[in-house]
């Protein structure tokens, strides 16, 4: 998938995955993609809770080997 921007957040425990990637979404435009890579197992029910709460959309997310990668579109 293409992105426009890819935010580092392995080994980050929460709430810095979800942090980072707040801030990371406030210097794209609307409709950008960014992709966010992450260890934490927790990330996965807190980005989708995230994306809810902000309106932004997390288009896919996968797992492979305990890393985790969201595709979240800015509002």
Known sequence: M???KELDAKGLNCPL???RTKKSLTDMTSGQ???ILSTD???VKDMAAFCKQTGNELVTQTEAGGEYQFYVKRK
Do not use: E, V
């Open 33 to 35: 993609i960014l992709k």
């Open 2 to 4: 293409n992105f426009d």
């Open 17 to 19: 995955p979800i942090l």
């Open 41 to 43: 197992p927790g990330s």
